[in-house]
């Protein structure tokens, strides 16, 4: 059997190299369905395009895209797609990974997919961002679809992205196709709520963890690192709860303030600048002093492999929700396990963004739409059942609530693998 695919060569920090030793961990909780584990070692599909564009003052420039479908066992793919000058084909096929995880960990009819783009938006103008956008919807529109994968907005991509990726594929087919993404705007087929689902989804998520550890949120002092759609939203429902957010840390700089951020404040400067450096009711703060702030709660909600063994030694959260996917190193992990510090994992700490997708899907289908009260309703109902089954499943193996995540969604994942058998 193949253990190493010859299309990437992952180093030891690489979120697929994480991905793969996450998935070494559930290897003993799968029983007879570990014959079908080698499908979760590699992905179904990756497409690699190039994307060229003209920019505007007239010269041509390309891209690397990517589109991944890890698996497709339970459903049409479903994932985010998101513009970064640090994405690859490997960390894009870990967060298609991540997806199937995710995906099945809250029973949502899906597969796992992601797609990106190496770029950096912030140095491209409206006009170029769309022709991308555009470009690279159309390059991949031979293999997404309503019934096939469903890309979503992730890392620098949001509702007017998703508009155009809507746009170029219905022009492209013919055909009004409101389902082929979600987290689009309102009026064209968008959900309510659907902003702020992940970072509400890591707040419910939170509270249920807090609760069971005995963690009064009322008073807690909190760290969140990204201060993007996630970090945000989660951060302004703790500060609901009664929590304080003692440090933000994101691409623009590190801030502290140990009684707590004035969020009536806080979020005009964030709009206004971009980016949380510079505001006047905290303190600016040295970039790795971050990790060392005292909290009871620690959010990162950024990009991968934050969260590294040096850190998950300084760290002084009781509780850590990964608001971001892959933010902690298998090594670290294993640290903050020890440490008693516990983890609620990405895989569905954050999978509040794409439960509400669905809703947008099937929204969309049935051309029926739901109040903003019945979304998040139904959202915590997800969320707090699925954790549940979660922390019965470590209970009972006596494993991390990473690993059991993973036991619940490997299950489904390979059950329904085992159940259609292999073609032909
Ligand atoms: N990008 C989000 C995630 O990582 C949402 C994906 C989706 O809604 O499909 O979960």
């Known amino acids: ?49 190039d994307v060229p564009i003209e920019l505007d003052d007239g010269r041509v420039a390309h891209f690397e895209g990517f589109r991944v479908q890890h698996n ?20 894009v096929m870990a967060l298609a990974a991540w997806m199937s995880i995710k995906n099945a960990a809250v029973n949502l009819p899906y597969g796992g997919a992601k797609g990106g783009i190496r770029v950096d938006p912030k140095q491209l103008s409206t006009k170029e961002l ?15 679809g309503p019934m096939q994968d469903i890309p979503a907005p992730d890392v620098n991509t949001n509702a007017q992205v998703m508009a155009w ?28 709520g659907r902003v702020k ?27 969140v690192q990204g201060f993007g759609n996630v970090g945000s939203s989660a951060a302004e429902l703790f500060v609901q709860a009664g929590s304080r957010i003692v440090a933000i840390q994101d691409h623009s700089g590190t801030i502290v303030n140990e009684h707590g951020f004035d969020f009536a404040e806080l979020m005009p400067h964030v709009r206004a600048t971009g980016g949380v450096a510079g505001f006047k009711g905290g303190d600016a703060a040295p970039a790795e002093s971050f990790w060392d702030v ?13 969260i590294n063994a040096d850190r998950a030694n300084r760290i002084t959260a009781k509780l850590v929700l990964e608001g971001a996917n ?57 969320m707090v059942g699925a954790l549940k089954t979660i922390w019965d499943t470590a209970d009972r193996h006596g494993v991390s609530l990473r690993t059991a995540t993973f036991a619940v969604a490997c299950e489904r994942i390979l059950m329904a693998r085992q159940e259609r058998g292999l073609y032909p």
């Open 1 to 49: 059997m193949n253990e190493t695919l010859s299309y990437v060569n992952p180093g030891p920090d690489s979120p697929w190299t994480t991905y793969l030793s996450q998935v070494d961990r559930v290897l003993p909780y799968l029983g007879p369905l570990a014959r079908w584990a080698e499908t979760l070692r590699r992905p179904k599909r990756a497409l690699v395009v």
């Open 130 to 144: 769309e022709k991308l956008t555009r470009r690279y919807t159309s390059e991949i529109g031979i293999i997404i």
């Open 326 to 382: 892959g933010p902690t190193l298998p090594v670290a992990d294993d640290i903050l396990g020890d440490r008693g510090v516990l983890v609620v994992p990405d895989v569905i700490c954050n999978a509040g963004g794409v439960t509400v997708s669905y809703f947008e899907w099937v929204q969309d289908f049935s051309s029926f739409f739901w109040t903003e009260d019945e979304i998040n309703v139904r959202l915590d109902k997800i």
């Open 165 to 192: 990726m809507m746009d170029t594929y219905s022009m492209n087919v013919g055909a009004t196709a409101t389902g082929v993404v979600t987290g689009k705007p309102i009026h064209l087929g968008g959900s309510l």
């Open 294 to 306: 005292k909290c009871e709660v620690l959010i990162p909600a950024a990009l991968e492999g934050q």
């Open 72 to 91: 497709l066992s339970r459903g049409p793919g479903k994932g985010g797609v998101r513009y970064h000058p640090d994405v690859t084909l490997e960390e």
């Open 197 to 223: 689902a992940t970072g509400r989804g890591v707040f419910v998520t939170g509270r249920e963890a807090a609760r069971r550890i005995g963690l009064n949120l009322d008073g807690a002092r909190v760290a």
